[in-house]
């Protein structure tokens, strides 16, 4: 067995042993002991939610006394007495009121977003819908986000990623574009963690981009024998 096979192989095993919906469940948990961006009370959003896996991971980290509001295109089975499940599309006009009135007062602490397109096989044309999809997560941020929280997306590597990570940094004091060993090594997929939100979202600029500091992908391996992993476009 290949070495990428053998670590799929493993959490997907860990998954089924731990009671997670799926193996994607060890990106968040690998995300958050790095980072510590959920903690127990806090609100949390995850756009992107089928089929439950970060869900389960939120629900734990926030507690019975915290919140996490779940929404997908596809209806989501239910997680537990703190997640709310909404179904719709973040494109909406109405979807930020559809947020907010299941948030109740305020915003989220953070926002995850675990999106992938529907996968067409067409590189080029798959990179910059999944890009797109992130964009419209940021420009909803200043309506659901707390001055002060944190983001998680999921982003494929490619010529349009630069302008989302700068982008982000306008928002975000410290944005890192990480990698957690769960996400198998083969894969595109990173993720852009952002800290201490700034309230503000800055308008997207459609010129050429400035040249700017490679930013670093870093890879978060915690497994003894196993390596970062994931370059299908399968979103988990």
Not at 220 to 231: A, F
């Amino acid at each position: 067995m290949r070495l990428d096979e053998a670590k799929r192989d493993h959490y997907r095993k860990r998954a089924k042993e731990e009671g997670y919906r799926s193996r994607a469940a060890f990106k968040l948990i690998q995300i958050n002991q790095k980072y510590r961006l959920i903690n127990p009370r806090d609100r949390v959003i995850d756009i992107g939610s089928a089929p439950g896996g970060w869900l389960e991971v939120a629900s734990e980290q926030v507690g019975p006394d915290g919140l996490v509001i779940g929404v997908d295109l596809v209806q989501v089975k239910p997680v537990g007495k703190n997640v709310k499940i909404l179904t719709g599309d973040i494109s909406s006009a109405d979807f930020p009121d559809k947020l907010h009135y299941a948030l109740g007062k305020g915003n989220a602490d953070c926002v995850l977003a675990d999106l992938s397109p529907k996968i067409s096989g067409i590189w080029e044309m798959d990179h910059f819908r999944q890009i797109e999809l992130c964009h419209k997560v940021l420009d909803l941020l200043p309506s659901i986000l707390v001055r002060g929280g944190s983001s998680v997306m999921k982003a494929f590597q490619g010529a349009e990623l630069d302008l989302l990570v700068k982008r982000l940094k306008k928002s975000f004091p410290r944005v890192e574009v990480s990698k957690p060993n769960a996400s198998r090594s083969e894969s595109s997929e990173v993720y852009l963690v952002s800290m201490d939100f700034s309230g503000k979202v800055e308008p997207r600029q459609l010129g050429a981009l400035e040249e700017e500091r490679p930013y670093e992908v870093r890879s978060d391996s915690v497994e003894s024998g196993l390596s970062s992993d994931r370059l299908t476009l399968a979103p988990s």
